[in-house]
DNA sequence: ACTGAAGTGGGACGATCGTCCCAGTCGCAT
DNA sequence: ATGCGACTGGGACGATCGTCCCACTTCAGT
């Protein structure tokens, strides 16, 4: 085995974890699995790690700061407000289709992270995470479409959160693409109405 | 140990299961630790049940039967279908508050029927009895609003669905009631919209 | 009262988990 | 080249998992 320093270790552990996590569940995710996707015996695993839990952590931590503004992107298009909105959220339906396993990671990370005390905190610095990405995003979107949030725009943020998370939990259990539409489709509607023109 | 049947011993250890998925999450929810605490010993699970996942299985399924119309009651009130929505998802919400740790084993139980083949069966039932129970109060909502929903009431009841899972899981991660609310009128907002006057 | 089936208790099995140990090997600074 | 610290491989530990076995007790039907 080549010689690798321990923070790329690190790093290729964590990858390694991430997928073994999207493809086959956290409850999988166990020291060997990993250490067999990355391709390392157990020892450099806890040379690299004190712990599992601290890989575990790792993870959440890299994961969402690697968290990308995959909902309402940079070129926003559609005529006012509400049409950019939906373009925004089906395009992160797209980016859902695209790679459902990973979404799927998401959710269980969170929920791992929400049944440890400890770990809670990880859970909601993501969700800050998502709200500060989709405040940027809700006010771009506001400023190309002419209005303003009547309401403050972090709130706003965590209501499309909130719908998207809906969004992607529905559709990962039922596959209907024409209900994840329509979720989108109303979602933006409900959106816009938050903002006024300014 | 009082000799019980072993079907009443089935209905007992299910509902054990029920209470340590709750409390501890899936992960430990372990034969063990459910006979400890239902009160039994390791044998009398695996007379009434040939596995643990047998058990699983059937936790899964007697828990959405048992599943009851939180969403949109009976006493439906509001000045028209709008305030009758938002009606109904504060009342859903409170449910929620009230008993966190159910939805969030309900949550649990989802995602890990998600991950085997042929378990993820039980997930699309379990959405296809949300829809049916989403369905039945659109349906007598619009009655008693006087309007008719433009698209199929299976279809928004879908919606729906996607609506009140966004605002479980955010409200689980957060515990934010203003952002509940908030995502609860606007979800009834965009609802509403899907109905027209009869 | 007797008998067979139903239900119970406790201990044990092999598998797998996270973690650890330690002898060995490589690469870099000197 | 050589010594030392960084890194590796393989095997082992105790704990815990799901499952099983078997001697035992209780109850219902006769």
């Given at each position: 085995m080549a010689r690798i320093p321990a923070p790329e270790r690190r790093a290729a552990l964590v990858q390694a974890a991430l997928r073994v996590v999207s493809q086959r569940g956290i409850a999988h995710a166990t020291t060997r699995a990993i250490v067999a996707e990355a391709g390392m015996s157990l020892a450099s695993f806890h040379y690299a790690f004190d712990s599992r839990d601290e890989l575990i952590d790792e993870l959440i931590t890299t994961v969402v700061a690697r968290?990308?503004?995959?909902?309402?992107?940079?070129d926003l298009q559609g005529h006012d407000i509400r049409d950019m909105l939906e373009a925004g959220l089906l395009r992160y339906f797209e980016h859902l289709r695209a790679d459902p396993e990973h979404e799927q990671a998401m959710l269980e990370l969170t929920q791992y992270a929400l049944r440890s005390p400890e770990r809670h905190p990880l859970a909601v610095a993501q969700y800050a995470r998502y709200t500060e990405l989709g405040a940027r995003s809700l006010s771009a979107a506001a400023e190309l479409a002419g209005v303003v949030w009547s309401t403050p725009v972090e709130q706003v943020a965590r209501v499309l959160i909130a719908f998207t998370d809906g969004l992607t939990l529905t559709w990962l259990v039922t596959r209907d693409d024409d209900v994840a539409q329509a979720v989108a489709h109303a979602a933006a509607d409900a959106l816009s109405r938050m903002a006024e023109p300014r």
């Open positions: 968290e990308q503004e995959a909902v309402l992107p940079d």
